[in-house]
């Protein structure tokens, strides 16, 4: 009974964390494809080989449904997977929709015409592969009208995270909240658009200031795939549950135990 989680690295762990606690029965393999991280200055055509890379080591593994907990693999290569290279009996979902829907209002499934919503000033922080792919974006506009979005790619986050430089990582954060603000000055709320960020989400609120409503995905995504699982339960495969990296399996462990602060033990992939 296994569901994959994939990610270009460890980000995906936070998404990994909050499905895991809100889906308690279900078995999940987590794949990081350490070896190839990051994706986010990666042209769209390698980022679309890799996940499709990666997703099949995690459906010949026995997911039948896997995530990318991973907005970079969400935006350049979710739609082109899903339209010409995932199997028929195979599920490929991304983290883009859960938190779109949250922050323009909407239930699961709600296809009426985009309306005005609560907020009009948003800020998206992202990898540079994810705001060029304008796939937020694009999303938004066929649920939310009159909303204006500022995209900030903030380059050399996820690198310094992988490393485990949180000085470097927060040094980078502050830079590109600031770089944000001087295009727009008061956003009302702000989008982490990188599963990596969640791990640095106290930075980003203080360097944004308290009246902005920070979103971030894994509790959403957590919500949406309990509610997908509810309603597809043959997508719960067979496999047993685990940590798989493309990288030294060593290294991405010890990194892991740091981030989540338990014991991780990754094997390669
Ligand atoms: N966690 C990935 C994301 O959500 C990081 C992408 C990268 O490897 O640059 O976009």
């Given at each position: 009974m296994a569901v994959g989680i994939f990610d270009?690295?460890?980000?995906g762990l936070t998404v990994w964390s909050a499905v895991q606690a809100r889906l308690p029965d279900v078995d999940f393999v987590y794949l990081a494809d350490s070896a190839h991280t990051?994706?986010?200055?990666?042209?769209p055509d390698d980022i679309y080989e890799l996940t499709c890379a990666a997703t099949q080591k995690l459906f010949d593994s026995g997911c039948n449904l896997v995530v990318l907990a991973c907005n970079t693999a969400s935006a350049a290569a979710l739609r082109r997977m899903q339209e010409?290279?995932?199997?028929?009996d195979k599920r490929v979902l991304g983290v883009f929709v859960p938190l779109i829907e949250a922050m323009t209002e909407r239930q699961w499934g709600d296809n009426s015409p985009p309306r005005e919503v609560g907020v009009n000033h948003v800020a998206l922080f992202a990898t540079p592969a994810t705001v060029s792919s304008r796939a937020f974006q694009r999303e938004l506009a066929f649920r939310a009208i009159g909303v204006d979005v500022e995209a900030q790619a903030c380059g050399g986050v996820v690198d310094a995270i992988e490393e485990g430089d949180m000085i470097l990582a927060e040094a980078l954060v502050r830079s590109h909240v600031d770089a944000l603000k001087r295009k727009?000055?008061?956003?009302?709320a702000a989008i982490l658009?990188?599963?990596?960020?969640p791990l640095m989400q106290d930075i980003f609120q203080a360097a944004l200031g308290a009246d902005v409503q920070v979103f971030s995905q894994a509790n959403l995504v957590a919500e949406s795939l309990a509610d997908y699982l509810e309603r597809?339960?043959?997508?719960?495969?067979?496999g047993a549950p685990g940590f798989l990296t493309t990288g030294d399996p060593q290294r991405v462990s010890s990194r892991a135990t740091q981030f989540l602060r338990r014991e991780m033990s990754f094997q390669a992939a």
């Open positions: 270009s690295g460890l980000g990051p994706y986010g200055v990666r042209t010409s290279w995932v199997p028929k727009m000055p008061d956003p009302q658009g990188c599963t990596h960020y597809h339960p043959a997508m719960i495969g067979e």
